[in-house]
């Protein structure tokens, strides 16, 4: 979907949605604890293509020696946000309380949803990358693959193949 277009959509959609959830199981009531399991599966669902967004960008707005520096510290920082982020979370836990850390993590993954698609539109990257839709519609398609409006490529008669 996002290498598609509406990458900024997408990623908003998702954040709302993972944040709303994570703000439900934060003010989950102790007696329903047993819906805790699968509205975690479903919220989990809807984590943010944030990552998967910036690593398929990187090749729009980078060439050479920078796109390697830029992967490295991308995966640097990363790794640091897996070392780190359970042991602040984890702190959150112990002074203020489980749910306390779920709401914070709520608001964190919407703003960083929110700033995320502000960046996209600014940047002016929300839509696919001209070079690889050009390069797919060139691409020859196997005989018997339906062509966008809908007539098989095998036949020819919609010249669009």
Same mark, same amino acid.
């Given at each position: 979907?996002?290498?598609?277009?509406?990458?900024?959509?997408?990623?908003?959609?998702?954040?709302?949605?993972?944040?709303?959830?994570?703000?439900?199981?934060?003010?989950?009531?102790?007696?329903?604890?047993?819906?805790?399991?699968?509205?975690?599966?479903?919220?989990?669902?809807?984590?943010?293509?944030?990552?998967?967004?910036?690593?398929?960008?990187?090749? @729009?707005?980078?060439?050479?020696?920078?796109?390697?520096?830029?992967?490295?510290?991308?995966?640097?920082?990363?790794?640091?946000?897996?070392?780190?982020?359970?042991?602040?979370?984890?702190?959150?836990?112990?002074?203020?309380?489980?749910?306390?850390?779920?709401?914070?993590?709520?608001?964190?993954?919407?703003?960083?949803?929110?700033?995320?698609?502000?960046?996209?539109?600014?940047?002016?990257?929300?839509?696919?990358?001209?070079?690889?839709?050009?390069?797919?519609?060139?691409?020859?398609?196997?005989?018997?693959?339906?062509?966008?409006?809908?007539?098989?490529?095998?036949?020819?008669?919609? @010249?669009?193949?």
């Amino acid at each position: 979907m996002a290498d598609r277009g509406g990458s900024d959509r997408l990623v908003l959609v998702c954040g709302a949605v993972f944040s709303a959830g994570l703000l439900a199981l934060a003010l989950l009531p102790g007696s329903l604890w047993w819906l805790a399991v699968p509205l975690a599966l479903a919220v989990g669902v809807f984590g943010s293509p944030a990552n998967q967004i910036v690593r398929a960008l990187w090749p @729009r707005l980078t060439f050479g020696a920078e796109r390697n520096a830029i992967y490295a510290a991308e995966a640097t920082t990363q790794e640091l946000l897996f070392v780190f982020s359970p042991v602040l979370t984890a702190g959150v836990v112990a002074f203020a309380g489980p749910r306390w850390a779920l709401g914070l993590l709520s608001v964190l993954a919407l703003a960083g949803a929110v700033g995320f698609a502000h960046s996209l539109r600014r940047a002016g990257v929300t839509g696919p990358d001209p070079e690889q839709r050009d390069s797919d519609s060139a691409r020859p398609r196997p005989a018997g693959v339906c062509c966008a409006r809908g007539r098989c490529a095998s036949c020819c008669s919609c @010249r669009c193949c």
